[in-house]
């Protein structure tokens, strides 16, 4: 069995600004105090995973190659900030055009990243800006947490209609950090109480 759990990250609105579809990395605008939050996240022993949703390349606004560009560059910046990520899946679907298994809150790219990372999904954790994030969360089983950047405040207002509720709501990715620090610092696992 794997004991190895993570903390799957939203990158839009998460790690970085939402600035809509970027498509090189000079569009990108890491939040500075993301690099302490994946060192903290990986010096407590679970992996940093990025899962993102990027139906740009489905609407035709970039292709594949300039996302993974973008992410060996997004990747480098968290490396050379000793702040390294696991790994970094996205789905490159546009959901007007047709289902897919990868889109959140469908689970696919956790499914993946456990396949490849050996990671155990039940107990590790989901932080992102929008109700499909918090929902993906719990399609796997993870604990998912609220950050009010992005358009966490604007998801904040709408999680009663959304049919969703987030284990914890923090202002940003370094609180939201500290809140699972803390808990796994409590002995908290899978069956702990996720209200």
Excluded at 59 to 78: N, P, W
Excluded at 139 to 159: D, H, K, Q, S, W
Aim: aromatic share 8%.
């Amino acid at each position: 069995m794997n004991d190895k759990r993570a903390v799957f990250l939203d990158r839009d609105g998460t790690l970085c600004r939402d600035v809509g579809y970027p498509a090189h990395a000079n569009q990108v605008h890491i939040y500075p105090y993301a690099y302490e939050a994946v060192r903290r996240i990986r010096a407590a022993a679970l992996a940093a995973v990025v899962i993102t949703d990027q139906s740009g390349i489905g609407r035709g606004f970039f292709g594949e190659a300039d996302l993974r560009t973008l992410h060996r560059e997004f990747s480098a910046a968290f490396q050379r900030r000793r702040a390294p990520l696991d790994r970094i899946y996205h789905c490159p679907h546009y959901a007007a055009a047709g289902a897919c298994d990868c889109a959140k809150p469908h689970p696919g790219l956790a499914a993946r990243a456990a396949a490849d990372l050996g990671l155990r999904l039940e107990g590790s954790y989901m932080i992102g800006d929008k109700a499909v994030d918090l929902a993906f969360g719990l399609n796997i089983g993870a604990v998912p947490v609220l950050v009010l950047t992005g358009y966490g405040r604007e998801t904040l207002r709408g999680l009663e209609t959304a049919g969703v509720r987030p284990a914890h709501v923090a202002a940003d990715l370094a609180a939201a950090v500290d809140w699972i620090i803390e808990r796994e610092g409590r002995g908290a696992g899978p069956a702990a109480d996720r209200s």
